[in-house]
């Protein structure tokens, strides 16, 4: 009775209210066929969408808010509001309040990923955020800065071309949308698997999630990924780590990890985080 | 009756003629401890023992040779030949061939891994050396180019920053001494994940092996591996491979590969080919 009633309300969802999570591994296409942000809005309502593009993270809010709306708009979405946060108190505007009743998506841009974090964290606004995207009310999307937020624990920084190492990475909090994951972007672009090896190290109960540039983990289904755009999505799973040093070894000592489970997952495959297996595109 | 036999036999081995296949990273410490170098020199039979320098990857043979021919007679050693071998008629010089009747070590430099892949593959010399290293009659260590020819299959070159691809790597045909492996130096170093990758995705029969500079990997004995050095050794192993692309991928098209595992090794960290399991350094 229960499993009827499930697909009952199953049919009653429109498409485009279903979980719509976007983890865009940054400099995704904004000139050709732009699939992600096309993906994005199509999701968000296409022509019926409510759009809000939140510019934190960046320096230049005011430029890239205008950026995003423009090709929203060449898209056919003509509602949109740019949520220009420069202030936490911003975050309290009735009129943004207001607007998330009937928003139907949210992309939050490229930019610095504390900076975005220090202004939405831990507010109401950011709540309502977090709880329409799980709920399907909304899609959400994030590319670079608001990709690496998605995770309970965020990586806010490091370097590549050493061996793994805890200095390699440093962590922060994150806005906790997608808690179970630790995201990394431009990821094979900027060489940064070592950096992801030594956060997931540090937290095995997570999965590392390594998004590349023009690339997007699209989650639409409860712990059910899909790989859309030019790149890989690589998956770092620990749960069978049997062994490492990180403990015990010094900030820059090279790191002993055992046993990691590694995915690389291209355009259309898809990736399971219950079962915690990949499987292939289907063949057209 | 067997096993006694063979116990009985391993005790009248020396240690210094114990199999010691050394696969080096690149830019091992020349200066100060040189642990790497002095591990190669003590297990040739330190001042006993007869060693061979090639340097034919470099195309500044004689400065290579000289260079590594001071650095092993300060460690003890009197009796080092520099087989600098510019041709391959070169390699049936007798005098050379009489000195690997005796000799204890051999060591590849550093340079274009195909140059000394073209002047060395089968001839009379390098089998006679594949053999005695491999037979445990003398130490063989390789650097930098000289690590890369250590499998069948060899990394002839590559590029990095890309999503793993079947162009990100060149193949072509090793020196056949660990013929399980596919080898990677200066990994990640200069950031080769991707590359090693999209190696074994072509070469599933075989074990991606990275090693970073100034690290090495030891083989000890058939099939066991032990890290010595300053880096991380990453094995990247194949045999759970599920799933790949790469047959119907073009040649940049991103790739699909599933179930890699992935270990990475640090100072004093075991790896048992046989076993196909890590194990962690015994804590002092």
Redesign the interface.
Known sequence: MQQLTSQALEHMIPQQTKTSIMIIGGAEDKVHGREILQTFVHRAGASNANLAIIPSASREPAVQGERYQKIFEEMGATSIEVFDIRERHHCEDPKWHAFLETCTGVFMTGGDQLRLYSLLADTLLMEKIRTGARQGRMALAGTSAGAAVMGHHMIAGGG?????NRSLVDMATGLDIVPELVVDQHF????R??RL?SAVAAHPDKVGIGI?ED?CALFEAQGLLRVVG???VTIVDTHEM??T?LVNAGAT???????????????G?QYNFHSRR?S??PSV
């Open positions: 590549s071309g050493e061996s793994p094979h672009n900027r060489n698997m070592a090896v590349d690339t030019k790149g890989c049997s062994y040093n000592d090279p790191l002993s990890v055992f046993n990691l489970r590694v995915h690389i997952l291209s355009y495959d990949p292939s595109a």
